[in-house]
C-alpha cells in the first residue's frame, strides 16, 4: 500500500490484519477489493477497555487527492478472536486532507481523526456501505448514499461541524439513538430513510420512525 503504486488490488481472499495499517503514499488512488476479505485478529484488536475507541484497519494520513477503496468485506469474528468480546475495529479511520471514496463495502465502521500539519479534513463519499457506524467529529463535508448500518447504537454520529447528506439510508437494530448531531455548524440532511428495529421492542408494538 505504500509502495508507489498508484493502485493495488486485493485477490478474492482472506487476509488477516494483526494491527493497524497506516497509508502514508501521496500516489495511491484506489484501493480494489475484488471481493476479498480483510480479518481484525489477535491481540491488538482485542478490547482492553470499552471506553477506548476501537483501533482501525486501515488509518489513511496522506494519499492521491482522491483515494477510492472498494468491493472489501471486513471480518471481526476470525481467528484469535474469542468470544464473547471478540475482536473490535473499525474499517477506516480518516486522518487526511485528500477525498476518500467508499464503494462496495461491508465494513466495521469509520471515524475521523485530524490530519497531520493542522490540515484540513478532506471529504468523504460513500455509496453502497454496510453495516458500521460512521463517526464524523471534525470539520468535514460527507455524502452517503444508500447508507445500510446494522450495529447497535448510534448510527450517524455529526460533530465537530461536521456536514453531512444521506441520500437513502437504512438501519435495523435498536438500541437507542441512530442519528446524534452535536455542536455548531454540525449538520445532517436526510433524504429518505428505512427504519426497522428487529428487537428491543415491547409485545406487539409498532415499529417507531423518527
Known amino acids: 500500500l505504500n509502495s508507489g503504486s498508484r493502485v493495488v488490488f486485493f485477490p478474492a481472499r482472506s487476509f488477516r490484519i494483526t494491527r493497524t495499517i497506516v497509508i502514508d503514499s501521496p500516489n495511491l488512488a484506489e484501493i480494489v477489493g475484488m471481493e476479498a476479505t480483510v480479518q481484525s485478529v489477535g491481540e491488538f484488536f482485542v478490547p482492553k477497555n470499552h471506553t477506548v475507541q476501537a483501533p482501525a484497519i486501515v488509518r489513511v494520513e496522506r494519499c492521491a487527492p482522491?483515494?477510492?477503496?472498494?468491493?472489501?468485506?471486513?471480518?471481526?469474528?476470525?481467528?484469535?478472536?474469542?468470544?464473547?468480546?471478540?475482536?473490535?475495529?473499525?474499517?477506516?479511520?480518516?486522518?487526511?486532507?485528500?477525498?476518500?471514496?467508499?464503494?462496495?463495502?461491508?465494513?466495521?465502521?469509520?471515524?475521523?481523526?485530524?490530519?497531520?500539519?493542522?490540515?484540513a479534513l478532506g471529504d468523504l463519499f460513500a455509496e453502497d456501505v454496510c453495516c458500521g457506524a460512521f463517526h464524523l467529529r471534525l470539520p468535514q463535508r460527507a455524502w452517503l448514499r444508500q447508507l445500510n448500518i446494522e450495529n447497535r447504537g448510534v448510527h450517524l454520529s455529526v460533530s465537530g461541524g461536521a456536514q453531512a447528506w444521506v441520500l437513502g439510508m437504512k438501519t435495523e437494530q435498536a438500541g437507542g439513538e441512530q442519528i446524534h448531531v452535536d455542536g455548531p455548524g454540525s449538520e445532517v440532511e436526510v433524504l429518505g430513510g428505512f427504519f426497522m428495529p428487529f428487537d428491543g421492542m415491547v409485545g406487539n408494538a409498532d415499529p417507531a420512525a423518527v
Open 66 to 119: 482522491v483515494l477510492t477503496i472498494r468491493q472489501l468485506t471486513h471480518e471481526t469474528r476470525g481467528w484469535g478472536c474469542p468470544a464473547p468480546l471478540w475482536c473490535k475495529a473499525v474499517f477506516l479511520e480518516h486522518a487526511s486532507a485528500s477525498t476518500i471514496v467508499l464503494r462496495h463495502l461491508l465494513h466495521g465502521g469509520v471515524v475521523s481523526s485530524p490530519p497531520r500539519g493542522g490540515a
